[in-house]
């Protein structure tokens, strides 16, 4: 499920685990529903090259989305 990674692309990193892994913004609100799914899919084919690609990308994140409060 790329349930995960999509929450990490919409909301960042604010508090990492330990520093050196360091911090990311936000994009819930600079990306569409697209733009954050081809970034998924490109993630999914780029280090995990061995497993299934992701279907319906593009719904999941609608759905994640619909789920942050404004």
Do not use: C
């Not at 929450?7 to 508090?15: D, E, M, P, R, S």
């Not at 994009?27 to 799914?37: E, I, P, R, T």
């Not at 998924?40 to 619909?66: E, Y």
């Amino acid at each position: 499920m790329p349930d995960n990674l999509i929450q990490v692309i919409l909301h960042g990193i604010a508090k990492p685990a330990v520093t050196d892994l360091g911090y990311m913004p936000a994009f819930k609100d600079s990306m569409s529903d697209g733009q954050v799914a081809e970034l998924a899919s490109f993630l999914r084919s780029q280090f995990a090259p061995g497993k299934p690609a992701w279907t319906d990308l593009a719904a999941t994140v609608g759905r994640i989305r619909q789920t942050i409060a404004r």
